[in-house]
Every structure is written in C-alpha cells, then in structure tokens.
C-alpha cells in the first residue's frame, strides 16, 4: 500500500473543533452510562468545555466506568422479535463527542487519500452519487458479470 | 470485526497513531449491557468489533472496504470495484471472468474476522449469459443457493438496472407512499405556505429520490401532480390545472415535471466534476447521442437525455444547451442557478401548450413563475389559494358548466344576458358595471391587446424578454427599461421580469406614464 502521510493529533483539544462537534449533535441524543445529556453541552460556558477538553485530552485511554454501553434492541418491522431487531449502542456522551471531534478530521484527510469509488460518510460521496456513478458505469461500459455483496 | 488488525488499519492510512491507540485501548475495556422493556442484562465483556453508534466504526468500514479494494487491485487488476460501507461490489469483462477476486474476498473478509451475508448478495451482468457463467465458477466456493441472479434491484435505495430495460421497482412503492402522505395532507386544515413547506421536505424527497438514475414516466409525474395540487388546495377539482397552479404556488419548484429535470441536471453536473475526462467525454457523447426510441433509458446519461427532450432541449457533446435562440449553457460551467432559470423558462414554454386542455392558451406566452409567486406573496395565505384557484380554472363559469350539465343554460346568472364567460364577466356583465367604471381604461387595453388575460390572469414574459435580458440586461436603468417599453409596438406590453411589479402586475397605465414623466 502507498505510504500515506499521518495526520497530526493536535486536532483533539481544539476548541473550535469541540464547539463544532457539540454545535452539530442532535440534541435529543440518549445520555450514556456518564448521565450527560447533549442539550446540557450544548448550554455549557466556553470556559467549562475547555476544562472538559482538558480532562480528555489527558486520558491515555477513557476509564472502565465510562466504556459501559447500553444496547437497545429497535424492531425493524414495528414487531419486537430477536430476528426483527437492529441493535444500537449507546456510549458514555463525552466519548462519543470526542468521537466525533476525531472523526470529522480524521474523514476529512482519508477523503484525500481513497480511491474514487470508495464511498459513504465521505464528502461529496453519498449514497445517491454511489448509485449513480455505479449505473453511469453500467450505461458507459458492457460491463461483465458481477457479484454485489453485503457484508455482516 | 478484528480491532487489532483495525488498529494496524487506521494508522496505514494515517490517522494519528496516538489517537488510533486511545481509541483501541479505551473500547477494549468495553461492556456491554443489554435494555429490553427497562430490563438490563449483566455485564458482557466485548472483545472484539466496532460498536455501531462510535464515529470510529465509520472510519474502521472506510479503511477496510477501502483495503479491500486495493486488495483487489493487487491481486486481480482486472476487477473494478465500488464499496459503501458494508456494501461491496466488484466486477469484470466476460472474458477476464474468474473465480480468483472472490476467493480474495472471502480471505480478507475472513481475515478481518466478517462475515459475508450470502443472502443479501446476487449476482448480475449486463449481457444475458454473464451471470450464469459466473454462478458456474463460482459454484464450488460459494452457497450459490443463496444468491440470486438479479436483472434489476434496489441497492443503497436507488434502482439499479444492470440488464434490459429500466423498471421502476422501488420508484413504484415511493410514489405511493407519497400520495399516502399527500392524502393525509389534503385532509388536513393547515395553511396553504405550510402545506407547501411539508411537500417540498416530506413529499418530493420521498417520491423521487433516485429519479436521475432512469427516466420516470410523464403519467407517474402528471398523476402526482395532481395530487399535490390537490392535497395543496384541499379537494380534488376535476377543471383545475395543477400544471398551472403549481407554476405559480410557490417560488420552489413544486411541479415533479420540472423537479426530476432539475434534479438530473444538478447531480449529473456534480458527478461530472468528479469524473476523470474520458469517462466525461463519453458521458456527454451519450447525452448528445439520439436514439430512435424515446422514453427508454439505461442509466443517467439517457435519463438525462430524454428529460431534456422533454422540454424540447439536447445537449451537445461538448455540454452545450442551446436554451433559447441566444442562450446556450454549459452543464459544467455555466452556473447551476442560470441553467435551472434556462431549465425553468423552457418548461413555462411548454406548459400551456402539452400540459394543459384550454385550447385557448395554447399560443400565450408563458407564465412568468417568480413574478407571480411574489405577487401572490403579498396576500394572506387564504386569499392566495383563491386566487390560485381562479388562476388556475377551479372555479366553472356558466358557460362552462352547460357544456357537461344538460339542465344548466349558460346564461349569466347576474345580468340573465349573455353567454356567461370569464370575458363576459370582467368586462360585459351590466351586474359588475358601477364597479368596472374607474378602471375602463384597462378593459379597452385587455379588450385591444391581451383578452387571453381574462381567461388565464397571470403575468407572462414580455413577448422581448430574452433580448431584453440579453441586451439590456438587469443592470439596465429602470427608466431606461421603461423607455424601451414605451417604444415597444404594444404600447402597454405585458410584463416582464426586468419591469417592478408596481407597474408590471396591475396593467395600469397612469402608473407607467407617471414613472415616464419622472
């Protein structure tokens, strides 16, 4: 694989970038095991989340207490059945802002570096534009056979 | 899936390898508990993959469908592939076919501790045989029970077609949901602006995401007029033209004629910025290439083709639209908001001529679209659904009715004299005549020049309008524009899109020579 050049990690206690993540989350969000609710964050003094980053910042690894997820079965067909059912996790608040913190940074520079046809939560490469350049390739080349997966 | 071999993943592609590592060491100590009916479960320690709700799962499906595919490179460069998320797919030309990129496949995924839905997954080839000789190399690696051979299929909630005609599939099910919706919507007392509001997020969306992938027909689009038109006003009236009060309902595009064009513009330029220039070249050649059959596409590119035939436009194989006869476009570097105002003037052109009955109206110019919602923006949502329903013949006069009910004459039932038409109405009915007096002046105007105005009372493009934009341009001062006016053959031309709408929407002459005399 080509070398790709690293990214620098001083993204995780910009404040800017805390302000942006905790802007953009919905507000309505379930709290995790730390009992902080995004609305709450969203209400917090710019002075206090600089605390807040600070504390993060400083965690080589977030502790036991706050890795607890809580996993909820939602029904996908209105009936509640274990072969009906899509689990979602919930994670402690505070790791998943400093989730999102590194994720909008990190998306951004491997968006340089992917192939043209890797798609999905990357810019400009939804799931809309992925059907249509998949067709547009169909209608431009006779293309063979094919075999289309999904993965588990 | 394997966190280590994420881990190793992640900090390939460069993310920083002390945040990668904070990452692993933290979720490494993750448990799990499970919340079913406000009932918790123990403790489950969580060895091993991505939780669905952390950011990083994002990033650990990108660097491994994004290995994968280099994987493949590597080992069959022959394969192409396309991944989003967790949905892969590869293929190849009949004559490279070979069993040996999903052998790759199924190693790595093995490697990467997934699992292959087998399921979920099908075959297909654009040609009639493909797919069944791939079932017959693949036959002793993979449960080829499991997997279908599809010709067409919905894949991340768009229609794909990979062989023979399109079909709408799931298109056919969105479209019903939306008339579900916009039947709940007809019901329902809010105001007009907010009906409006709730079938541009709620209804469009849902009814034709996806539309730029294959051409939906004209009789899918015309009956889904039809019913937002009537979930808009609220019943369901057979003499009104939902072409012509969707024109002027709303500044937004609320027709579904006029929004898949759009639409099919927008994103075919999007994706054309992002294509390398021969895949560009031969995207163009399609759109500019005529086929003798219309109404059959394949892909984006006759979609395209054929919804710009539909307004009477072709595109070049350089992505030059002729829009008007001075106007041409470029899909790539024209900006979108001119191409949609050239999208949007050649489907006015239309619109009284292939969609809509009133012989009448089959030669007036169109309806100038914005000019009109601004108007009607002036007036209280109530009075603004009346007046769009007059506009658009919701309301039968007389005269009308006795041609499809035997027991009404068509007599004017005001003055019991004369025929009872729109005309007779505005300027003949002796019941209206005390409050017709002050504004005679117009009616010889309307009588002289514009009696087409009666039936369909609207503000049209000034018959100049494109050399006036052209030439004049918006920048053009207002009483220059006004001279021009005064020096056009119709001394009291109908409006146009340069003119303020003080002196362009009431046809008021005092208005114009007091603006002149300034």
Known sequence: MPAIPELSDAFETNLQDWMDAIATAKATSSPGVDGFTFQELKLLPKSLISSLIKFVGQLDKFPAYLMLARTIPLPKKQQLSAENSRPITILATLYRLWGRVCGQRCIRHLAQHMSDYAMGMLPKKGAHVASYKMQLELEIHTVGPLISMSLA | ?518
């Not at chain 2, 966190?3 to 692993?24: C, E, I, M, T, Y």
């Not at chain 2, 898949?260 to 994706?271: E, F, N």
């Not at chain 2, 035939?309 to 790539?332: E, K, W």
């Open chain 2, 1 to 518: 899936m394997r966190r280590q071999k994420v881990q190793q993943l992640l900090k390939a592609f460069g993310l920083p390898a002390r945040l990668v590592d904070k990452w692993f060491l933290s979720i490494a100590q993750m448990h799990r508990f499970w919340d079913i009916s406000k009932q918790t479960s123990k403790l489950i320690p969580s060895p091993d993959g991505c939780p669905e709700g952390d950011a990083w799962s994002v990033l650990a499906m990108l660097v491994v469908s994004e290995c994968w595919s280099r994987l493949l490179q590597f080992h069959a460069q022959y394969v192409r592939t396309v991944s989003y998320a967790d949905n892969w797919t590869m293929w190849s030309k009949d004559d490279e076919l070979q069993a040996r990129p999903t052998l790759v496949t199924c190693s790595f995924v093995e490697w990467m501790g997934l699992q292959i839905s087998w399921n979920k997954t099908w075959l297909w080839s654009t040609g009639t045989t493909g797919a069944k000789k791939l079932a017959e190399v693949l036959q002793p690696h993979v449960p080829l029970d499991l997997l279908e051979i599809k010709e067409n299929a919905t894949d991340l909630g768009c229609q794909m077609t990979y062989h023979g005609g399109a079909k709408l599939g799931v298109i056919h099910d969105r479209l019903a949901c939306a008339k579900k919706r916009l039947d709940i919507l007809k019901h329902a007392t809010w105001i007009f602006p907010l009906k409006a509001h709730v079938v541009l997020t709620n209804v469009m969306p849902v009814a034709l995401y996806g539309c730029e992938l294959l051409a939906i027909g004209q009789r899918h689009l015309s009956q889904l007029r039809t019913t937002i038109a009537d979930a808009l006003v609220g019943e369901t009236v057979q003499s009104m033209n939902p072409g012509v009060f969707l024109a002027c309902a709303d500044l937004h595009i609320l027709g579904p004629h006029l929004f898949v064009i759009v639409q099919s513009v927008k994103l075919a330029r999007k994706v054309l910025r992002t294509l390398d220039n021969d895949m560009r070249q031969v995207f163009l050649k399609l759109v500019a290439t005529p086929v003798k059959t219309t109404g059959l596409t394949q892909g984006p590119a006759s979609a395209l083709r054929e919804y710009l035939l539909r307004l009477g436009l072709t595109c070049s194989g350089s992505g030059d639209i002729q829009m008007t006869a001075l106007r041409s476009c470029n899909l790539l570097t024209t900006p979108f908001k001119d191409l949609q105002l050239g999208i949007q003037r050649a489907w006015y052109e239309q619109l009284l001529m292939f969609h809509s009955q009133r012989t009448k109206l089959y030669n007036t110019l169109p309806i100038h679209s914005d000019e009109m919602c601004r108007l009607l923006h002036k007036f209280n949502p109530k009075q603004r659904l009346l007046l769009l329903r007059e506009i658009a013949g919701a309301f039968q006069t007389g005269a009308q009715v006795s041609k499809w009910e035997a027991d009404t004459t068509g007599e004017c039932e005001y003055c019991g004299n004369g025929s009872d038409t729109r005309w007779h109405r505005a300027a003949e009915c002796s019941a209206f005549h005390d409050i017709r007096q002050p504004h005679m002046e117009v009616i010889d105007d309307l009588r002289d020049f514009h009696e087409t105005f009666v039936e369909l009372p609207v503000i049209h493009f000034h018959p100049h309008w494109e050399f006036m934009t052209r030439y004049c341009g918006p920048c053009l001062p207002l009483l220059s524009r006004l001279k021009l006016l005064k020096s056009s053959p119709k001394k009291l031309a109908l409006p146009c899109g340069s003119l303020p709408m003080a002196a362009a929407s009431t046809l008021n002459a005092p208005i114009l020579a007091s603006l002149l005399s300034q």
